[in-house]
């Protein structure tokens, strides 16, 4: 380790109390950058949670489904077609509706008849073309007769719904067979899932929304592709799980101006990082100013010094990276659970900071080492 390292480590370390506070003033930027980060993500994961959630190599769509949240439908004729074509082990028909759900707890508030708007997903409990639950406990509980399940992380709008109880659908009395775990977006705060043989009994003459495709083990992913585009009617699309997530990133990016705002965000933490960085590196130069001037009286150089400042504000920017990357861990996860929405910090997110954060701190230690370069040493006598 060389004498610069060892001697802005020493500088730092002697004074352990003042050190955590430099660290935690570098933290405040990170925590902004973090949240304004997990809302983007947390908002984007949200929107393609049906394209995530899909249990199958592609989904086939209809072509004027600009998004996931258009509801053009596609004849269930169509998608049984493909169950002909060779690689092809099932294509499993996903509906899409809106109900009416009454808050069982109503009854115990003014308004007694609350109807919140739910997402209804209705498919097969044989083959679950979603990722929504346990798949043994999930299809049982679709198998039951005048039921739905509920997902359990639904916005607390609809009151405390558990299996066994009796709640109305669009005015009618169905039992709660089970739970599931999907959650909410921007838009819709909630969803309820029913088989396919249920719902088609109360809706006989519905349409799917998109069918999502398996294949048979050892298919040539590609191949199968090109097979499926060229049986394809002109009106249907046909995409991978991957694709219709980046898809519908582009367009929730493009409907609302959210990139803008939250980049504008991550900015004002970078800076405030960067501001913050600087006033800590200032103060501990001018703190120090007399025995960085004694060493530039035993000739060492300038740029002895400035590798000392620089490596003061690495290690602030590994310190203050750590302390707010803890803090946002338990930020996002808090208010994951208030809004219900995934948010949460992710490897590649974690080093997009890690990144920014040390980039700061250098701008901001060369900013100091002008303090150093200015100490004379005459002024010591």
């Not at 660290?23 to 949200?46: H, K, N, P, R, T």
Request: proline content about 5%.
């Amino acid at each position: 380790m060389s004498a610069q390292v060892l001697l802005g480590l020493r500088l730092l370390w002697h004074d352990k109390l003042r050190l955590l506070s430099m660290s935690a003033s570098v933290a405040v930027g990170v925590v902004i950058i973090f949240v304004e980060l997990g809302f983007l993500w947390g908002i984007l994961d949200a929107q393609a949670l049906v394209a995530t959630l899909a249990r199958g190599q592609f989904l086939v769509m209809n072509k004027t489904r600009a998004d996931l949240h258009h509801w053009d439908k596609i004849p269930a004729a169509e998608l049984t077609l493909f169950n002909g074509v060779p690689g092809v082990a099932k294509v499993m028909p996903v509906y899409e509706d809106h109900y009416g759900l009454t808050d069982p707890d109503g009854g115990r508030t003014v308004d007694s008849h609350r109807i919140r708007r739910v997402i209804l997903y209705a498919f097969s409990p044989i083959d679950l073309p979603l990722a929504v639950g346990d798949p043994a406990p999930m299809s049982a509980a679709l198998k039951m007769a005048d039921s739905f399940v509920f997902d359990r992380w639904s916005r607390p709008i609809y009151g405390h719904i558990v299996p066994g109880m009796d709640v109305e659908l669009d005015k009618v009395p169905l039992q709660v067979s089970g739970l599931a775990t999907m959650g909410p977006d921007i838009v819709n705060d909630g969803n309820v899932f029913m088989s396919d043989t249920e719902w088609l009994k109360r809706r006989p003459d519905a349409q799917p929304i998109m069918g999502v495709v398996r294949l048979a083990p050892g298919a040539d992913v590609e191949e199968v592709r090109q097979r499926l585009l060229a049986s394809a009617p002109s009106d249907v699309t046909v995409m991978t799980p991957q694709e219709a997530r980046a898809r519908e990133n582009n367009s929730t990016l493009k409907a609302a101006p959210i990139g803008l705002l939250f980049a504008l965000g991550m900015v004002a933490g970078l800076v405030i990082g960067t501001i913050n960085c600087y006033q800590v590196l200032y103060t501990e130069v001018s703190d120090h100013l007399g025995q960085y001037a004694t060493v530039k009286a035993m000739g060492f150089s300038d740029s002895f010094l400035n590798g000392v400042i620089l490596t003061q504000a690495l290690v602030l920017s590994g310190t203050g990276f750590a302390t707010g990357l803890l803090f946002s861990i338990f930020a996002d996860a808090f208010v994951a659970w208030l809004t219900r929405l995934p948010i949460q910090v992710h490897l590649e997110s974690g080093s997009l900071v890690l990144l920014a954060v040390i980039a700061s701190c250098v701008l901001a230690g060369w900013m100091a080492v002008r303090r150093v370069e200015a100490a004379d040493p005459a002024a010591l006598y």
